[in-house]
Structures are given as structure tokens and as C-alpha cells.
């Protein structure tokens, strides 16, 4: 999902750990984008080349015009911010004991 993500539009791409923190997912794939556009583009193309291997999010909430997406896949959720949105947020602050998988910039 995270290379997905990159291959895209999305940046600042942050992969959390939270299996031994949280019942609600394994994993969660942190990204940002410019603008609503490209929101929709990124989660577009998540979404396609994840149905090639038939893995569909179980859940789909938000859009580009809120500045936030959430694609869950039940084991990985994957938030999609634009900058301000992920600011406003602030993910990565209330998951710091989560362990960071992986970083790309």
C-alpha cells in the first residue's frame, strides 16, 4: 500500500505498527497529498491496483473536498491526508509508541 502510495501522488509516507497497541488494525499507512485532486487520484489508484489481487477495502470513509480518506483493509488502514488536514490530525502524535515500519519522503 505504501509503495502504491509512492509510485502516486502521496508523500511523507509513514507505515505504523499498532498491533500491540490497538485491536482495530496491524498496520497503518500515513501519507499526504497536495490538494483534493490528487487525494482522489492517490486513493483511486490504491484501490485499482489493490483490486488486481482482489483485495478490496472492507471500509471507505471521507472525500478529496474534506482533505481526508480512509481506506480500510481490516489488517492496514490507510489514511490519506492533504498537509493541512494531516497537521490538523496529528496521526503520528497519537500513535507515538507505535513502532515506524517505514519512511519515505
Given amino acids: 500500500m505504501a ?13 505504523l505498527d499498532i498491533r500491540h497497541l490497538s485491536p482495530i488494525a496491524d498496520y497503518f499507512v500515513i501519507s499526504s497529498v497536495e490538494n483534493p485532486r490528487q487525494l482522489r487520484a492517490v486513493t483511486e489508484h490504491i484501490e485499482k491496483e489493490l483490486a488486481k489481487e482482489n483485495i478490496r477495502p472492507q471500509r471507505r470513509e471521507g472525500v478529496p473536498e474534506s482533505g481526508w480518506i480512509v481506506l480500510d ?22 500513535w507515538t509508541d507505535a513502532q515506524r515500519l517505514l519512511v519515505i519522503q
Avoid at 5 to 14: E, G, K, N, P, Y
Wanted: no cysteine; glycine share 2%; hydrophobic share 45%.
Fill in 3 to 15: 509503495e502504491i502510495a509512492s509510485d502516486s501522488l502521496a508523500r511523507d509516507i509513514l507505515v
Fill in 73 to 94: 483493509y481490516g489488517d492496514a488502514i490507510v489514511h490519506l491526508f492533504t498537509a493541512e488536514q494531516r497537521e490538523f490530525y496529528r496521526l503520528e502524535e497519537l
